[in-house]
């Protein structure tokens, strides 16, 4: 018995070394260089760790499932990428060894970890590594007290090996995730099917975005959507500030001044940092019986594209109005793949000739009220060229919930950027935009109810 201890506490010092940042395996390599060090090289995971191809794995931090009692949210230090394209391998460093799962989707080719609560202190530089199979991978907080890694695969991977390593000495815990080339077949056998990515940390876990019923209650609910969040942090417009801080904070202080006014109930689809869903998104303004959606969101364009500045509203249509706003959509439609959500299940919801005028009458009302939207917002600052737009966004396809998207500037715009972090400009907008809510129920009040709620004339503006 003792020799097989003494024999395990030497195969783990071994692991550790080939894992630490200065050895072969565990050095991180620029990403412009090509891999010049064999992962499959190294030793296997410990006893009991999962180590074959599987649809998901489930992997604990101890033998009996614990991670150890008393312990707060781990940190993840450090993580590098080494292999070439037949075999790569991830290895994160951690404060303290955790649980994770392990799995893959397809369209396209993703691989995600599902972990605690793991708060990334690594520089945000490194997820832009290429580095064998992996050609990106993005990381960040997925649901309240839950953390995902996504990893980017060009082309079909199997999960070859998926193990942690207990810290030793000056080493710290490691989690350790090879990947090996296979072909399409495979791959999508070993695809996680839609209830294993349901078993995953789900994506509202601990979520409620939802009022409590007041009957009598008269006033309209006016649904806020900051846009992106969590794991997917939008553009940058290659500055340092991300469009999900931004638009969270254009959302509260909206929020603040509808509230104020005492004529609305406002309800957000998020109110941290954290990750929804676009179908979850529109399923709060539906539940919610909203009189009225409004996504808030931050353009970008690349460097090679040209410049463009101001604000712009996007309302649904199954044909985009022009290139731009295609891109716009094709780009925010793409939220739930950022953040690995299998999506083989999503449908949507139709139901016949009601649906249909239902949804014609919605979008008439979101016509008007982007129409109004704009002119409001030229009294607190520069607008697109062209503001009024219109494309086949996703998270506006509440069918009986009047629904816009607004993009408040371009970030890869300098003069744009100063604005969207000026507390004063924030103030503004969130003023001009109160101001066109309150005109387009005051149109509204002849009369006809909106949705879901009984509105009546705003009282002194």
Same mark, same amino acid.
């Given at each position: 018995m003792r020799r097989g201890v003494a024999f395990c506490r030497v195969l783990c010092a071994v692991s550790v070394l080939l894992l630490a940042p200065g050895s072969a395996l565990g050095q991180a390599q620029p990403p412009v260089q090509s891999a010049a060090h064999d992962a499959s090289q190294s030793s296997g995971p410990p006893a009991? #760790?999962?180590?074959?191809?599987?649809? $998901?794995?489930?992997?604990? %931090? &101890?033998?009996?499932? =614990? *991670?150890? !009692? /008393?312990?707060g949210g781990a940190r993840a230090i450090?993580?590098?990428?080494?292999?070439?394209?037949?075999r790569t391998r991830l290895i994160i460093d951690l404060s303290r060894s955790v649980e994770f799962r392990a799995f893959t989707l397809a369209n396209p080719y993703?691989?995600?970890?599902?972990?605690?609560?793991?708060?990334?202190?690594?520089?945000?530089?490194?997820?832009?590594?290429?580095?064998?199979?992996?050609?990106?991978?993005?990381?960040?907080?997925?649901?309240?007290?839950?953390?995902?890694?996504?990893?980017?695969?060009?082309?079909?991977?199997?999960?070859?090996?998926?193990?942690?390593?207990?810290?030793?000495?000056?080493?710290?815990?490691?989690?350790?995730?090879?990947?090996?080339?296979?072909?399409? #077949?495979?791959?999508?056998?070993?695809? $996680?099917?839609?209830?294993? %990515? &349901?078993?995953?940390? =789900? *994506?509202? !876990? /601990?979520?409620?975005?939802?009022?409590?019923?007041?009957?009598?209650?008269?006033?309209?609910?006016?649904?806020?959507?900051?846009?992106?969040?969590?794991?997917?942090?939008?553009?940058?417009?290659?500055?340092?500030?991300?469009?999900?801080?931004?638009?969270?904070?254009?959302?509260?202080?909206?929020?603040?001044?509808?509230?104020?006014?005492?004529?609305?109930?406002?309800?957000?689809?998020?109110?941290?940092?954290?990750?929804?869903?676009?179908?979850?998104?529109?399923?709060?303004?539906?539940?919610?019986?909203?009189?009225?959606?409004?996504?808030?969101?931050?353009?970008?364009?690349?460097?090679?594209?040209?410049?463009?500045?101001?604000?712009?509203?996007?309302?649904?249509?199954?044909?985009?109005?022009?290139?731009?706003?295609?891109?716009?959509?094709?780009?925010?439609?793409?939220?739930?793949?950022? *953040?690995g959500v299998d999506l083989s299940e999503e449908s949507d919801e139709v139901a016949g000739i009601l649906f249909d005028l239902a949804h014609r009458e919605t979008k008439n009302f979101s016509a008007l009220f982007a129409r109004t939207l704009v002119g409001a917002m030229k009294n607190a600052g520069k607008v697109h060229k062209s503001p009024l737009k219109s494309a086949g966004f996703r998270v506006l396809k509440a069918h009986d919930v009047p629904s816009v998207l607004v993009e408040l500037g371009y970030m890869s715009s300098r003069e744009d950027l100063k604005l969207m972090t000026s507390d004063a400009w924030r103030g503004k907008v969130a003023g001009a935009m109160t101001d066109a809510i309150d005109d387009f129920f005051a149109t509204r009040a002849a009369g006809v109810g909106v949705t879901g709620s009984i509105v009546q004339a705003p009282a002194g503006k």
């Open positions: 009991g #760790a999962l180590a074959q191809p599987a649809a $998901a794995l489930h992997v604990s %931090a &101890r033998p009996d499932g =614990s *991670a150890g !009692a /008393g312990q450090d993580a590098r990428l080494a292999g070439d394209q037949q993703r691989v995600i970890l599902d972990l605690p609560d793991v708060t990334f202190t690594f520089e945000t530089r490194k997820a832009l590594t290429r580095r064998g199979l992996v050609a990106a991978y993005r990381y960040g907080t997925f649901a309240p007290g839950k953390s995902r890694m996504v990893l980017d695969v060009a082309e079909p991977v199997a999960i070859d090996k998926a193990f942690i390593l207990d810290p030793v000495d000056d080493q710290p815990a490691r989690l350790v995730l090879d990947l090996v080339k296979t072909d399409a #077949a495979s791959f999508a056998s070993t695809v $996680a099917t839609a209830a294993e %990515a &349901r078993g995953a940390p =789900s *994506a509202i !876990a /601990g979520h409620d975005a939802t009022l409590t019923e007041t009957p009598g209650d008269p006033r309209a609910v006016i649904v806020l959507d900051p846009g992106h969040g969590g794991i997917d942090s939008g553009t940058t417009g290659a500055s340092t500030f991300a469009e999900k801080n931004i638009v969270l904070e254009v959302a509260f202080a909206l929020k603040a001044k509808l509230e104020q006014s005492g004529r609305y109930r406002v309800v957000m689809t998020r109110s941290s940092d954290t990750f929804v869903a676009l179908g979850e998104r529109v399923r709060i303004a539906r539940n919610n019986r909203a009189a009225l959606f409004v996504s808030i969101h931050a353009d970008a364009l690349a460097s090679t594209d040209g410049q463009a500045r101001g604000a712009s509203v996007y309302t649904l249509s199954d044909t985009a109005s022009d290139s731009e706003a295609a891109r716009l959509a094709e780009s925010e439609n793409k939220a739930d793949l950022i *953040a």
